[in-house]
């Protein structure tokens, strides 16, 4: 009996240590923030009266981080919603071809502006997959910021989109610095940065990869890298073009 009960709650207690885990970071993360962002008001609170330029930039600051703050809050918010299945709205026909398209050609100025080459090949036929449209978007586009992010000047980030059997395959292909094997499982891990600081600086919540795996998982596909250090990386996502 002992035994048996003890099995029995082996799951219960992983999830009870997995979400402690979570709470922990998540707090970490919202901590410091809120801490540069206190800072900040509390040197605005204690300059001199007359003191407009400073006031304002040090406002454009605040703005900076209270933006930062409101990323993470949603992003966690939609990463929860995304775990409740009976929460989530009804799949509809969505067009790929579009979707990449728009993406991409969103991503277009931002491509110039860090001179890195962005292309897309997409098939003449339409391909449609059963999904949540914004939730297809945001998964995509977070790949495509990464393949940005992770880039440098010269470099370049290929979307293809193919037909498979029952399905649609979707490619993200950059030539930037890599992801070793061994991080490979990790990336997906709420707030985990291959290295946190460089990526911290870049502005990213570490939550990013979380969120396309949850929307993956979603819409019942599959997620595959092919990366390493310097050799650039490819994110795969494959769809079923019909709900099993
Ligand atoms: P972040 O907000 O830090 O980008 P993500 O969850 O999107 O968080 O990614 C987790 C980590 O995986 C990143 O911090 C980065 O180290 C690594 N990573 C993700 N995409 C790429 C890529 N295309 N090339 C290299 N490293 C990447």
Redesign the pocket.
């Known amino acids: 009996g002992w035994w048996l009960s003890g099995l029995a709650m082996r799951p219960i207690y992983q999830s009870y240590q997995w979400q402690q885990q979570f709470t922990a970071n998540a707090a970490h993360e919202l901590r410091s923030p809120l801490a540069s962002l206190l800072a900040t008001v509390e040197a605005m609170l204690r300059l001199p009266p007359g003191s407009q330029p400073e006031v304002s930039s040090m406002l454009h600051s605040v703005e900076r981080q209270a933006r930062r703050l409101s990323q993470l809050v949603a992003d966690l918010l939609l990463l929860t919603r995304l775990e409740q299945e009976s929460a989530a709205g009804p799949l509809r026909p969505c067009c790929l071809n579009d979707l990449i398209a728009d993406l991409t050609e969103e991503f277009l100025e931002l491509a110039y502006a860090s001179g890195v080459h962005l292309e897309s090949r997409l098939p003449d036929a339409e391909i449609h997959v059963p999904g949540q449209e914004s939730q297809l978007y945001r998964l995509f586009s ?2 495509l ?3 940005m ?3 440098p000047a010269g470099g370049a980030v290929l979307v293809t989109l193919e037909g498979r059997d029952r399905g649609a395959m979707v490619a ?1 292909r ?1 030539t ?4 070793p094997p061994a ?1 490979h499982e990790r ?2 891990q709420r707030f ?4 946190g600081d ?3 600086r ?11 795996r949850a929307i993956v998982q979603r819409h019942r596909g599959q997620l595959s890298l092919d ?1 390493d250090s310097g050799k ?2 490819v ?1 795969t996502v494959s769809l079923p073009c019909t709900q099993r």
């Open positions: 977070n790949l910021a990464n393949a992010q992770y880039t993200v950059d930037g610095i890599g992801i991080e990336i997906f985990y940065r291959v290295d460089r990526s911290r870049t502005g990213g919540t570490g939550l990013g990869l979380a969120i396309v990366s650039g990386s994110f």
